[in-house]
């Protein structure tokens, strides 16, 4: 079995579908894990956000839009105007949440979830039927009732454990070889969708490996390779031809985009290769990553954008010891703050977090707590591994860096975003 994953850029159009079924032509004994369509994901978060304002007509505007967009696709692919009614049918369960949800703040995660989550099911839908129709016999695998995800909303973990023998039944003894199943969701013991956190599906796609024991896993993406920096921002980018296992979680957590962060630990559990590929030609070998690679020779950059740096002191002025850094992190946890750089004083505590919808509650919390907290917003955290005297001076300094962190190898800069 080898698992492939397809993101949402590369089936984004008919054109790209199509040059999905060329990847997968001469493939058997192969899951398919395929993210949202194009920017899907964003647009049904406007749909969450519309319900969060109280403001139904907005939602119901985005999912027109969104209806429209796939209807265009689905013409194009059958070259005729063409109706899928398990497409319509999940057009109108959304529509039915919308209209009838009784949105609580407390629930907002709930909600988020399950409403982003038919992004996914809809993608898969579509492909899936499309490839029966141009020969491509396969199965679609409902991963919600496969993936048994830790009770959290937003964010979840997967029990591996308990997912193993329901994926491994909605694959056995099927007269197709060919699955196709949704990144990015599952399901908690409680039977609410769950989503694994945004870019969820290059997880999704290494536990579906994990468990069916796949001979390797690939991320097909609209670049060559994994890249030293993201080419959008630094032109000069360069492609790596090798990474192994611990560089490349390094990298994610420190925010690059070759693969999500959690995506590693369950290939490397079974020592199973992770192929990025260009989804533009297939003929070409990317980027390997595996438990021994050659070393890395050009510098990485990696730029994590919408940060805000917290700066949190005892109002006393005492010391910011152990004890301290348990409460506040705890408050940070229950607020699902995410921190990025840590860089402490003998009296201050700053924080570079993910910005979210509920730093502000978690600022209030710690104020509460007896700390003084100063926020920045607009910040940005650029890390650079292997950097240079010359990436130093034009990174490192200025007066728009507020946090600098550097050992031998890499430096880590918090700035005001450029």
Not at 371 to 399: K, N, S
């Amino acid at each position: 079995m080898k698992v492939y994953k397809f993101g949402g850029a590369s089936v984004r159009n008919a054109d790209g579908v199509r040059n999905l079924r060329k990847i997968i032509d001469d493939e058997r004994n192969l899951f398919i894990v395929v993210s949202a369509m194009g920017k899907t994901t964003n647009a049904l978060e406007r749909v969450f956000t519309g319900i969060q304002q109280d403001d139904r007509d907005r939602s119901m505007a985005e999912i027109a839009t969104l209806r429209a967009y796939h209807a265009a696709i689905i013409d194009e692919l059958w070259h005729a105007p063409t109706q899928l009614p398990r497409i319509e049918a999940l057009f109108a369960e959304l529509e039915q949440v919308v209209r009838e949800t009784g949105y609580r703040a407390a629930d907002a995660e709930l909600w988020y979830d399950r409403i982003v989550a038919y992004g996914e099911l809809i993608s898969t839908t579509i492909i899936s039927e499309y490839l029966n129709h141009a020969g491509v016999p396969n199965r679609w695998i409902d991963m919600r009732q496969c993936l048994v995800t830790e009770q959290r909303h937003k964010d979840a973990g997967v029990d591996i454990a308990a997912s193993t023998p329901r994926l491994r039944e909605a694959v056995r003894g099927c007269k197709e070889t060919v699955f196709v199943g949704q990144g990015f969701i599952g399901g908690a013991p409680d039977g609410t969708t769950t989503t694994l956190g945004r870019e969820g599906s290059d997880y999704s796609a290494a536990v579906a490996a994990h468990i069916l024991d796949a001979e390797s896993m690939a991320v097909w993406k609209d670049v060559d390779g994994v890249l030293n920096a993201d080419p959008k921002i630094f032109p000069d980018a360069e492609q790596i031809a090798e990474l192994n296992y611990l560089d490349t979680i390094e990298l994610a957590y420190s925010g690059a985009q070759i693969i999500h962060p959690k995506t590693i630990k369950p290939l490397q559990n079974k020592n199973i290769p992770l192929y990025v590929r260009p989804f533009g030609d297939k003929r070409k070998p990317g980027t390997v990553i595996r438990a021994m690679s050659a070393p890395v020779q050009v510098p990485i950059l990696i730029l994590k954008k919408d940060q805000v740096l917290l700066t949190v002191r005892s109002r006393d002025f005492s010391f910011v010891l152990e004890e301290k850094f348990a409460s506040i992190f705890s408050l940070l946890e229950r607020y699902r703050i995410k921190t990025n750089l840590i860089h402490n004083s003998a009296v201050n505590l700053s924080l570079c977090v993910d910005n979210s919808w509920h730093i502000g509650e978690a600022a209030e919390a710690l104020r509460e707590a007896g700390f003084d907290v100063m926020q920045a917003a607009d910040m940005e955290l650029l890390t650079i591994r292997g950097y240079t005297d010359e990436l130093w001076r034009r990174y490192a300094r200025g007066p728009q860096v507020f946090v600098r962190q550097a050992t031998q190898s890499t430096v880590r800069i918090v700035r005001k975003r450029q």
